[in-house]
């Protein structure tokens, strides 16, 4: 029984590889979407929620992602070769807003998150060579639905498998050490400060290559589109709706959320009020459950589900 | 030396104004501990309620404060009561739960606005708008003088609030160490409705005076929240004279680097927050424990 988990997860990403074959254009497309939001999620909660460093300003690493691959793809590289490079760029400046940012703890490292994402917007559509506020488009010939597809779903499946992976190594457990207490855990000689760059790294990088399929697939980037503070918030509310700190709670978050996204956008009467449905799905998680719909679940099911989920 | 000031003087006029939208976010975190991220929100609404006051009824904007002032207050009560006194009390510290609850609730007003009033940019345009009057030899834009009085004002009677009456005795009593003044009989959950009231009311009347000098859409007041939130990490949360100083070196900075530098204002925004950031991460105590710092360093010797 411990294996349904990974038995589930694996049979779904041969399905999703697999689609291409069988679904229609238009399925497949929200399938990308919810791969990509997959891995936002899932990246996120590496330090979001293992760590419990909770970042607001996520949105810079999938724009530096998406304008490296852009403005590389412009001067003649395969854009698939500049996924690696927006990737090490993405966690070098990780590292750079981490060494002072992790000597602030809980919501002040929060909100200092919240500025580095408005600077690094500001800069982006103020400086001329990412083409200031109106964006940039990439070098035609580059669009390939169904490559992107497989890398985008490939990347998620990869992505929840590497969480799945990290939660159990003795990484992930200095990491749930940190986020329980981070006063005990240097005391034990945990170096928090390193633990929580090396997590920080990881899922900036993660989410600059998420950054960049996006560019590659929609073909134009602009600040307001991959800097916006709006994305932000969608990566730290998939986890928390989801439940925060585990594997299958991002990819449950992930999943309620692009399909709301794609449901809304939809109806045209609910399409200017997904800022109230946000607000109000985090208030109520907050209020009722912190743990969210997982959490919620576990509560429910409790006996037959914690078997279950036991290490999920 | 004309250039020096005209720096001071604006950067006076803008103090003002910072220290008020910064007070009310430093009242609620000394009484509960909670980051409020709604206060953008809160801004926001109160440019919007000026406007519609002043649309509708065409009252003048800074009239228009003594309605917003005490609506607003009722409004954070209200949303204490309903919403945030629900939440665990965390101990010392304030708890990501309670920021990511009010940043919902940011998000909830700020959909609010878009159904009311659309997403369009608006401005209130008033008969003195765009009058200008001569200080010492500096013109200065009647709107901001109005401004600087009606937060000198604000302060004025806030500082005889904290210190006069029960009320703001408490609430100072209750920001000190929470236990002690619950021994004493304080009704912190009381303290606390009111310290919400409080914040929020201070967020509404900054947020009616920044309609009367800025444009604004309901995606509003988050560059002002950051700049909020440098104040009070620069002048600590406890006093009013620490949140008015941090409010004038931050007023300082700005006005100096746009005078002075070439840096384009569009980088206004990522000064303020380079600001915050040095201040979090090289004095976590802010201005006043820099100075105590130092004072006692020098007293070592």
């Given amino acids: 029984m411990k294996a349904f988990p990974w038995v589930a997860g694996a049979a779904l990403g041969v399905l999703a590889l697999a689609a291409p074959l069988v679904l229609e254009r238009g399925t497949l497309n929200d399938v990308w979407s919810l791969a990509f939001a997959v891995i936002l999620a899932s990246a996120w909660n590496l330090l979001g929620g293992f760590a419990g460093q909770v970042s607001l300003g996520y949105s810079a690493f999938l724009g530096i992602g998406a304008y490296a691959t852009v403005l590389l793809s412009l001067r003649g590289m395969n854009p698939f070769l500049t996924l690696p490079l927006g990737a090490a760029l993405a966690a070098a400046f990780s590292v750079l807003i981490g060494l002072p940012a992790f000597r602030l703890r809980g919501p002040y490292f929060t909100i200092a998150t919240i500025g580095v994402g408005e600077v690094v917007r500001v800069c982006a559509s103020s400086v001329s060579f990412t083409g200031g506020s109106s964006g940039l488009r990439m070098p035609p010939g580059t669009f390939d639905f169904t490559l992107n597809y497989l890398s985008m779903v490939a990347l998620a499946i990869a992505v929840v498998a590497l969480a799945a992976f990290v939660k159990r190594s003795a990484f992930g457990q200095a990491l749930a050490a940190i986020r329980q207490d981070i006063d005990a855990a240097e005391a034990l000689g945990i170096d928090s400060t390193r633990f929580k760059l090396a997590a920080h790294a990881l899922s900036a990088a993660l989410v600059a290559v998420a950054g960049g399929l996006y560019a590659i697939n929609f073909q134009y980037i602009a600040p307001g589109s991959v800097f916006d503070f709006r994305l932000s918030l969608s990566i730290v509310l998939m986890p928390i709706v989801g439940g925060v700190g585990t594997i299958a709670g991002p990819v449950l978050g992930a999943l309620v959320f692009s399909t709301l996204q794609i449901k809304l956008l939809s109806i045209p009467a609910l399409r200017d009020s997904y800022l109230f449905i946000y607000g109000t799905l985090l208030i109520v998680v907050m209020l009722f459950e912190p743990k969210g719909i997982l959490g919620l679940v576990r509560r429910v099911f409790n006996r037959r589900l914690r078997r279950f989920y036991a290490d999920a | ?301």
């Fill in chain 2, 1 to 301: 030396m004309r250039g020096v000031l005209n720096v001071l003087i604006d950067s006076l006029l803008a103090a003002g104004l910072y220290a008020t939208m910064a007070y009310g976010l430093a009242v609620i975190y000394g009484v509960m501990r909670i980051i409020n991220l709604a206060h953008a929100g809160v801004m926001m609404l109160g440019a919007y309620t000026t406007f519609s006051l002043f649309t509708r009824f065409s009252l003048d904007p800074f009239l228009s404060l003594l309605v917003v002032a005490p609506l607003f207050f009722g409004g954070g009560v209200l949303l204490y009561r309903t919403v945030v006194r629900r939440l665990p009390r965390s101990g010392g510290t304030a708890s990501i739960e309670s920021l990511l609850l009010l940043f919902g609730v940011w998000l909830v007003l700020q959909n609010l606005a878009y159904v009311i009033w659309t997403g369009d940019t608006q401005s209130i345009l008033t008969s003195y708008t765009l009058k200008s009057v001569s200080l010492l030899g500096v013109r200065v834009g009647v709107p901001a003088l109005l401004v600087f009085g009606m937060s000198a004002l604000s302060l004025l009677v806030l500082e005889f609030v904290l210190h006069r009456t029960y009320l703001g005795k408490a609430v100072r009593a209750v920001t000190q160490n929470r236990d002690a003044a619950l021994l004493a009989g304080v009704n912190a959950d009381q303290i606390s409705a009111a310290a919400f009231g409080l914040g929020t009311a201070f967020a509404g009347v900054a947020g009616g005076m920044l309609s009367t000098l800025y444009a604004f859409t309901p995606d509003f007041g988050r560059s002002f929240l950051l700049k909020a939130f440098c104040i009070i990490v620069l002048g600590g949360m406890e006093s009013v004279t620490g949140v008015a100083a941090g409010a004038l070196v931050l007023a300082l900075l700005e006005n100096g680097l746009a005078v002075w530098t070439t840096i384009p204002t569009s980088f206004q925004d990522a000064v303020s927050f380079a600001l915050l950031f040095v201040a979090l991460v090289a004095f976590p105590q802010g201005l006043p424990g820099l100075f105590t710092r130092l004072a006692r360093r020098r007293a070592v010797r």
